[in-house]
């Protein structure tokens, strides 16, 4: 199933919501939006017949594409109406009713549908000269569909490495680092992607032998785009016990300061710091001087592409190449990736066209693990497709896994789709936490309830299906065993940044990109190394979706800018700004009604602007300021509210009426105060509270509040001069 294909689908879904009713009816374009929703069903049915076809076929790709731009102007002009009938709705009653009276604006929105409607049967006249018109009935689930889902659900979940092989190499590599010359020595990891260096590596790091032989350690992952100074900070914290004062000089601190510090707190430790995914020499010359030779066997170890890179950090040291994967060792990884948590791994019936398929993968582990995750619970049918569907060869010395890796893709249900391409907002070796990702998917609308299940809980199912496909990685579970957080690999973050790309649904721009983005794309990234280069814009569409900024260090956002950022894109659903320093949110936030996703970090704000009460859709507020943060009275009309997080010691002012909030899960960061009174204990889908008391009298409000929060699953109470 193709990702038109699921956005047609999340349409449909959309033009079902029982919200949009009550606004199609004021606009008076009933009969026309249930005229779309009909055509887009019918167009459902040719969209699995045209993505078989469209690889071979650039005009059936077209077919596709006008697919694809048609939905997107569907959704836009629904989403128009929504944000106009909120706004509305924002100026009172009487404003409300005139829309009966306001005949432009019912006119343009007419006419758009119309056009739109224009488009649609333009687009089925030409199936029959795209040659898809003759087709089965009924695209349906693909065969990766309900039944596998709830094989998987049953099924436990992987561990965080399945390590097949190499067994010798790492007993070689632990004495490496623990034994042998006293200098300083970097040992190395070589390889092509996907061989399994950051694996191999991260088995000896946490191995109890090496970690009781050195004083200290930190894991740093590097990559293509990286900032010297943020990752000596990050060193910097990783290594040394720091209280909030030193904190904040450290993010002060150029990068000969932070060097000269790390240098010489580690003079007097035996260390072990590990450089994942270096690629370049000029990398290495910013860091080593950060890692002194004192003779006392401490170790530098770091995992390339480049053997180059490798010879040039230590001379004297034999670069470590890793190899392929033996046919036995190939096939006890693929068994353990396909066959999770049953026992007599392979059938019989599959073992030979098994077999034939890992050969195809030539001991390179990505592409097995991949491979295992896409054949997991499949019929011996869909076996034999797979296997005649993988062609693909050795080039200049290297395994091109692309077929494999975009088979994988394909064969995700519509659901997991706009899931995986999403990751592809994430940097480069990025760590991503579970509970983020999912309030991001939660935002941007690919989740919806399932009975019992909250949207946290499907979130966290979409994930785990995703990490059993081995199109995730697990990092870290949480203390109920449950996902903590995740990593994609670089080759499948190249494969979603390449399909979002091509279908519109999201363009990621680095330093040296920083131009409008491509016309009807609905997500923007911006990854950032030098914050000084942060500038947004005109855009050169008003349509976007998602803004999503990662800045190394800190980027300073001008008044004037950070009032168009927000200015200018009117169905903005998620704002992400991660190390951009801003000192005030504009008023205008307010006027982003469809905004679910607000995050700030690393900002010097003092206060949120009573507008933001306006924002009766945002689900997630994240605030992370160097300063405490009044919090408006006004957050208590802001119904949909899931998760409202702080830094530490959010001022709540006034007495606002949160226990209207009723979705309330996560409160983290706040300073009790009177709006306790009456409304802490109401707030019953409370699933975490970390709070700050500092009188007598907040403590007897929260002590009686305290008790009737049934369905708290984690508390933390910080108590500050209470007598």
Known sequence: M?????????????????????????????????????EFKRMQCFLEDADAKQEGDRRVKGWVGDVRDVAYDAEDVIDTILFKVANLRRTGIKRYACIFNELKPRHEVGSKIERIKAKIRAISESRSTYGIENIGQGAGTSSSGLSLQEWRLTSPLSQETDFVGFEKELEMLVAQLTEGELRRCVVSVVGMGGLGKTTLTKKLYN????????????WISVSQEYSARDLLRTITKRCMVLSKEELELVEKMDVVDLRDKVSEYLKEKR???????LWTKEAWNHLKDAFPDVNNGSRVMLTTRNKGVALFADPRSQPHELRFLTNEESWDLFCKKTFLGQDGGCPQDLE????????????????IAVIGGLLSGKEEREWENIRKSISWQFVEGEVQISSILS????????????????????????????????????????????????LEEVGEDYLMQLVQRSMVQLIRRNSSRGIKSCRIHDLLRDLS???????????????????????????????????????????STPHLRSMLIYAQGSALLEEEQSKFLIGGFELLRVLYLDGVEIRELPKQIGELIHL??????????????????????????LVESRNRVEVPETIGKMHQLRHLQFREWGEIGGHPRLDKISNLQTLSGVNAGKW??????????LRKLKIFIDTEADAELFSKAIVDLKCLHHLSVTVKDVT
């Open 2 to 38: 193709s990702i038109v294909e699921s956005i047609v689908k999340l349409l449909l879904q959309k033009l079902a919501d029982p919200i949009l009713q009550e606004a199609i009816f004021l606009y008076g374009v009933g009969d026309q939006v249930e005229w779309l929703e009909a």
């Open 207 to 218: 191995a109890n032998t090496v970690k009781k032989h050195f004083h200290t350690h930190a």
């Open 271 to 277: 260390y072990l710091m590990v450089l994942d995914d």
């Open 352 to 367: 030979k066209r098994g077999r034939e398929i890992v050969e195809k993968c030539h001991g390179l582990p990505l592409a």
């Open 407 to 454: 088979l994988s893709y394909k064969d995700l249900p519509y659901y997991l789709k706009p899931c995986f391409l999403y990751l592809g907002n994430f940097p480069e070796d990025h760590e991503f936490k579970a509970k983020e990702l999912i309030r991001l998917w939660a935002a941007e609308g690919f989740l919806k309830e399932k009975g019992e299940l909250t």
């Open 497 to 539: 940044i390449s399909e979002a790309k091509e279908s519109k649904f999201l363009e990621v721009q680095g330093d040296n990109g920083n131009a409008p983005p491509a016309s009807r794309v609905r997500r923007l990234a911006i990854h950032l190394n030098d914050p000084r280069k942060l500038k947004i814009k005109q855009p």
């Open 596 to 621: 679910r996703y607000l995050r700030c970090t690393k900002t010097k704000l003092k206060t949120l602007p009573s507008s933001i009460g306006n924002l009766i859709n945002l689900q997630t507020l």
């Open 676 to 685: 306790m009174e009456g409304c802490l204990g109401k707030l019953t889908n």
